[in-house]
Nanobody, 120 residues
Framework: QVQIVESGGGLVQVGGSLRLSCAASGFISGVNTMAWYRQAPGKERELVATITIIGDTTTSSIEDSVKGRFTISISRDNSKNTVYLQMNSLKSEDTAVYYC?????????WGQGTQVTVSS
């Protein structure tokens, strides 16, 4: 049974930090790539960061809008993959619902989302 569970959202002041976590399990085909998206009120969902593990090689990418402030990392424990999004120097425009995404051969799997609110 596929499970994607996000945590770590909340209310933080401008300039503060938060770390989001996403635990993914139950993927029979395994997980090589995980990503974070976000959706602000009235806007489309947008990609924030992606991380891919193939063999011993891990590659990540961060969108320009958050580059230098956000980092993505991943840990693996047997069949559970946990991806983290460390968010520093938060700005009010970072306010959004953040979603974890796990692409598979047949479809994209999404978490339920976690709210991040940055107050000035």
């Amino acid at each position: 049974q596929v499970q994607i569970v996000e945590s770590g959202g909340g209310l933080v002041q401008v300039g503060g930090s938060l770390r989001l976590s996403c635990a993914a399990s139950g993927f029979i085909s395994g997980v090589n790539t995980m990503a974070w998206y976000r959706q602000a009120p009235g806007k489309e969902r947008e990609l924030v960061a992606t991380i891919t593990i193939i063999g011993d090689t891990t590659t990540s990418s961060i969108e320009d809008s958050v580059k230098g402030r956000f980092t993505i990392s991943i840990s693996r424990d047997n069949s559970k993959n946990t991806v983290y999004l460390q968010m520093n120097s938060l700005k009010s425009e970072d306010t959004a619902v953040y979603y974890c995404n796990v692409p598979q051969w047949d479809r994209l799997y999404w978490g339920q989302g976690t709210q991040v609110t940055v107050s000035s």
